[in-house]
């Protein structure tokens, strides 16, 4: 997004548009997703049972609570004779000392048990909540990294990342609200109850807001969820941003581009905070209305039972019960329709996680795919053919026969299709036609992971993870001996410029390995490649962005490498395929010639032009810029300081 098309075009684009039944639908659909949370609840139900009995016992404390208070009230600052439970508790003609300590006492001890069974109820309820979030976020991780090169080509690294690590958190705080409301409703049942039996018209009273609340429960969900949704996308937006911005971070700054990377960011920022502050007034206007209500009712109750006690109906005691209880109930009735609110908002984001887990992948194992062991080696492609989406014939009708232990090398123009090829032999695609087969069995027949066990790959880029050189090396062969990492790092010609390292081969390398150069980098991927030892190799440019001398190094290096192994050689410099076994020439997604470097020579065609373009003696021209602007002033180019 550029800076001028900023907050227009993002309200432009996530406006509000109508509202109606196609929203009310969108706010329900989040509410069906609630069953998907049962396989992450089902590992912790014995602590569920915990947590529900200790959400009921503390509901019965809370019960329990203001009725020491009456007591007191009523028979001890009133002396009034003792009636059930206290009578049969203390008899006739209790002492008022005994009442009053007895009832202080309990009222102590229930609430100090109502706490501590809360403050245990909220331990287990975070060690479940935290699990059941790291349980959903394993399944995504393990999940986004099955997904094809498809999905993740069209995707925002920033929403994925969201998704994974902050959205799905949701899971958790979706359950752990759960005893709170299931609390709060028992304690409703109990009290509306008890405020039957002391006085039925008040309770009777207290209940006009409930229609109030469910139609803000409604209109909540027509109203504010589809702007939940829209925040969420902007903020991914703006995630997004600073993820590219930190990746491409030397692009950034090489060309000077800081000022308009911050007023990217900041306007993406801005439009994100304006409709989040739309959200949090609407948010905030909804939980006014409900707390009005809540008022409104408190009030009513408060005059209707302060006349109930002037006429004798009831005592001033078990009017402080009721009100005490009244409010009791509204509390909790408030504490759902805010916590429906919050439901809501973790709703769109755990909804969002399960949009992830729902994405089915492109390139997919077969439920009876076959395992491996190692390969032969042979590798043919039969009449494949592919296109990325939006595009047409990215491949089209290739044919090939790779023999064990063969070295072909694929040249071909920029955008020829000559890594859309490896990445097919890979599996990161399907082709949409044709097949590609290991010693004569369809890739797609086999299990992913034997397949790629099979291959080892050596890109352009040498990428790093962050880490020791050590870790890397040892990533082609997770667990591998110390001797063998130092063994294939000499067999890449690493070995030499890693010891002279301050660290040796426990030096840190930071993320992507920007503190070694191109070819050491590049060193390193091969002695990973080494270590993998796998029967098929593809090698993709390797040597196209570092120095003739490391070239040579590395070169090298990956002739040891290739030996005994068949492999791919994809490649702009032909002089480093010169002695391929086979050569295929990629041209618009099609091969156009094939054979050894001497017979294509011969054939004269697009290899031989291919050829001749990178060993033609380049001319130097018969004048410079600067002769040639002293030729046009009429002067010669001894006048402008130049030699004779």
């Given at each position: 997004m550029s800076p001028g098309m900023g907050p227009v075009r993002m309200r432009s684009r996530f406006g509000r548009g109508p509202r109606g039944k196609d929203q009310d639908q969108g706010a329900w659909e989040l509410w069906k997703a609630l069953p998907r949370i049962k396989p992450y609840l089902r590992p912790y139900r014995k602590r569920l049972y915990v947590i529900v009995g200790l959400t009921v016992a503390a509901a019965v404390f809370g019960l329990a609570e203001p009725w020491p208070l009456a007591v007191i009230l009523n028979n001890v600052l009133h002396e009034t004779e003792p009636t059930g439970i206290v009578r049969d508790i203390f008899g006739p003609d209790p002492t008022v000392w005994v009442v009053l300590v007895s009832m202080v006492t309990a009222r102590f001890l229930l609430i100090v048990f109502g706490n501590g069974f809360t403050v245990l109820n909220h331990f287990l309820g975070a060690k479940t909540e935290q699990n059941m979030v790291l349980d959903l976020r394993s399944d995504l991780f393990a999940h986004a990294q099955r997904l094809s090169f498809t999905f993740h080509d069209r995707r925002q690294t920033g929403a994925l990342m969201s998704q994974i690590n902050l959205q799905a958190s949701?899971?958790?705080?979706?359950?752990?609200?759960?005893?709170?409301?299931?609390?709060?409703?028992?304690?409703?049942?109990?009290?509306?109850?008890?405020?039957?039996?002391?006085?039925?018209?008040?309770a009777l009273i207290a209940l006009i807001i409930l229609p109030f609340l469910f139609f803000s429960f409604n209109l909540y969900g027509r109203r504010i969820v589809p702007r939940l949704q829209r925040v969420q996308k902007l903020e991914w937006d703006s995630l997004s941003i600073v993820n590219e911005a930190m990746t491409m971070l030397r692009v950034i700054v090489s060309f000077g581009r800081e000022e308009h990377e911050y007023k990217r960011f900041r306007e993406q920022g801005q439009t994100a905070v304006d409709e989040r502050v739309k959200l949090t007034v609407s948010q905030s206007l909804y939980t006014l209305g409900v707390q009005?209500?809540?008022?409104?009712?408190?009030?009513?109750?408060?005059?209707?039972?302060?006349?109930?006690?002037?006429?004798?109906?009831?005592?001033?005691?078990?009017?402080?019960?009721?009100?005490?209880?009244?409010?009791?109930?509204?509390?909790?009735?408030?504490?759902?329709?805010?916590?429906?609110?919050?439901?809501?908002?973790?709703?769109?984001?755990?909804?969002?996680?399960?949009?992830?887990?729902?994405?089915?992948?492109?390139?997919?194992?077969?439920p009876d795919a076959l395992e491996i062991e190692r390969a032969r080696g042979r590798v043919t492609a039969r009449?494949?053919?592919?296109?990325?989406?939006?595009?047409?014939?990215?491949?089209?009708?290739?044919?090939?026969?790779?023999?064990?232990?063969?070295?072909?090398?694929?040249?071909?123009?920029?955008?020829?299709?000559?890594?859309?090829?490896?990445?097919?032999?890979?599996?990161?695609?399907?082709?949409?036609?044709?097949?590609?087969?290991?010693?004569?069995v369809d890739l797609r027949d086999l299990k992913l992971q034997s397949l790629r066990e099979q291959i080892s790959l050596v890109l352009q880029e040498p990428l790093m993870f962050s880490g020791t050189i050590r870790d890397n090396i040892a990533y082609g062969k997770l667990g591998a001996s110390e001797e063998e990492?130092?063994?294939?790092?000499?067999?890449?010609?690493?070995?030499?410029?890693?010891?002279?390292?301050?660290?040796?081969?426990?030096?840190?390398?930071?993320?992507?390995?920007?503190?070694?150069?191109?070819?050491?980098?590049?060193?390193?991927?091969?002695?990973?490649?080494?270590?993998?030892?796998?029967?098929?190799?593809?090698?993709?440019?390797?040597?196209?962005?570092?120095?003739?001398?490391?070239?040579?190094?590395?070169?090298?290096?990956?002739?040891?490498?290739?030996?005994?192994?068949?492999?791919?050689?994809?490649?702009?410099?032909?002089?480093?395929?010169?002695?391929?076994d086979q050569i295929l020439v990629v041209d618009a997604g099609r091969v156009v010639e094939r054979g050894t470097h001497e017979e294509l020579l011969a054939a004269g065609g697009a290899y031989r032009g291919l050829h001749d373009a990178q060993t033609r003696e380049r001319r130097r021209p018969a004048r410079g810029p600067r002769e040639l602007v002293a030729a046009d002033a009429g002067i010669t180019w001894t006048q402008v300081g130049g030699a004779a």
């Open positions: 949701a899971i958790g705080t979706i359950v752990m609200v759960i005893p709170p409301i299931a609390e709060a409703l028992l304690t409703l049942i109990g009290m509306l109850v008890i405020s039957l039996l002391i006085d039925w018209q008040i009005t209500a809540s008022a409104l009712g408190i009030s009513i109750v408060m005059g209707l039972g302060a006349w109930h006690v002037i006429q004798g109906k009831i005592t001033i005691g078990e009017l402080i019960v009721l009100i005490t209880y009244i409010t009791s109930v509204y509390q909790p009735l408030e504490q759902i329709s805010t916590t429906v609110g919050t439901i809501h908002e973790q709703l769109v984001q755990f909804h969002s996680s399960l949009k992830l887990l729902d994405t089915e992948p492109v390139v997919k194992e077969k009449q494949v053919s592919f296109a990325y989406p939006g595009r047409r014939r990215t491949l089209e009708d290739i044919s090939f026969d790779a023999l064990p232990g063969e070295r072909v090398a694929i040249v071909g123009k920029t955008g020829a299709g000559k890594s859309t090829l490896m990445s097919l032999l890979v599996r990161f695609y399907d082709p949409s036609r044709g097949r590609i087969e290991i010693d004569g990492i130092v063994s294939a790092a000499r067999a890449a010609n690493a070995d030499d410029f890693v010891r002279n390292l301050p660290d040796g081969y426990d030096t840190e390398l930071g993320e992507r390995g920007a503190q070694l150069s191109g070819g050491e980098r590049q060193r390193l991927c091969v002695a990973r490649a080494f270590l993998k030892d796998a029967p098929i190799l593809i090698l993709d440019e390797p040597t196209s962005s570092i120095d003739s001398k490391t070239e040579a190094v590395v070169l090298d290096s990956l002739d040891t490498l290739m030996e005994g192994r068949t492999s791919f050689v994809i490649a702009h410099r032909l002089s480093t395929v010169r002695h391929a």
